[in-house]
């Protein structure tokens, strides 16, 4: 395993206890229910049982077929594997994998990561990884590369995907879920004006800001000073990734998961949701969401996505 050289960073505090606790109070994730939407957004299935059933084990099966004098299963190369985290629930899912090949920029995280794995009976690596200078490594193309809300993280997302689809054998898919929002998660002004109504219409206590400790009388989005001083990589260039990657990589399955309204809508106010008034004004927030995205009024931030090699990519 090779160290990141500058050490920690603004995600090392994945592995912070008192972080995550505190994460739970403004994380729109968080919030009651939210797993339930993210489902039923999706067409009503959990993306890791999804992804197992309709994508893996066929493509394990095919491969198996072709290469009968192989080992069944496999390889899957994981960018942003974080703390492990993921990875240990996909493995425990079932997912049909025989190698894994572990890539993150921080170390406190890698080294969690290989330590959250370490009872995994399967051949693991874990490797330092820079997204914004992906060509400058040298891994051997796997059957399946997968993201979890990193790929946005990427500014150099030209090279990221060329490395991504040197990376991917012939047969292999490119796999994930991911933010493929407005860049810096900024709230374009059609979908800002529908928020800026719903929050007048909210009662005061959901009105509250728990990172500021206010009650806030008007939607607020995050600014993009906000965001570039709290993680100078997040979502760079999300929206750039949205239309470069599906437009040279053949889509194979593309799901909407939601997003578009409850990110900014929840983030730094999940903890507000407590009584069984406020968690079922939560739920009818959840089901406008899907509502719209469904009827196609708003498209989705975040989304489930496969995809095939690229003809087009060098």
């Known amino acids: 395993m090779t160290d990141n050289p500058e050490g920690k960073t603004i995600w090392s505090q994945l592995c912070d206890p008192n972080w995550i606790e505190r ?36 493509l394990a099966d095919k491969l198996q077929a072709r290469n009968h004098d192989e080992a069944y299963g496999l390889d899957l190369m994981t960018i942003g594997c974080g703390n492990g985290w993921i990875e240990k629930n996909i493995l425990a899912a079932g997912w049909p994998i025989r190698r894994i090949l572990c890539l993150e920029y921080d170390a406190q995280l890698l080294r969690s990561a290989e330590e959250s ?8 690596q874990f490797h330092f990884f820079d997204m914004n ?33 040197k990376s991917t054998r012939p047969d292999g898919i490119i796999m994930g879920l991911d933010y493929f929002g407005p860049s810096r998660l900024q709230v374009e002004p059609d979908i800002r004006e529908l928020l800026n109504e719903i ?54 399955d593309l799901k909407p998961m939601g997003g578009t309204l409850l990110r900014p809508l929840i983030t730094h106010r999940a903890g507000n949701f407590q009584s069984a008034e406020e968690i079922a004004i939560l739920r009818l927030l959840q089901l406008f969401e899907r509502t719209l995205i469904r009827k196609k009024v708003v498209s989705s931030d975040d989304l489930f996505f496969v995809c095939t090699r690229s003809s087009t990519i060098d």
């Open 133 to 165: 200078q992906a060509l400058s490594s040298n891994f051997r193309a796997v059957d399946v590369v997968f993201f979890c809300h990193s790929f946005h993280h990427c500014s150099d997302v030209e090279g990221m995907l060329k490395f991504v689809n």
């Open 199 to 252: 929050f007048h219409i909210l009662p005061e206590q959901l009105r509250f800001n728990i990172s500021k400790n206010l009650i806030e009388k008007d939607f607020e989005s995050i600014t993009i000073g906000a965001i570039t001083d709290h993680d100078p990589s997040e979502a760079p260039r999300s929206r750039d990734i949205r239309s470069l990657f599906f437009s040279n990589f053949p889509v194979l």
């Open 23 to 58: 994460n739970r109070q403004i994380d729109w994730m968080y919030a009651p229910y939210m797993g339930d939407h993210v489902r039923l957004t999706m067409g009503g299935t959990s993306w890791i049982e999804y992804a197992r059933d309709a994508h893996l084990i066929p």
């Open 117 to 124: 794995l370490v009872d995994i009976d399967i051949d693991k």
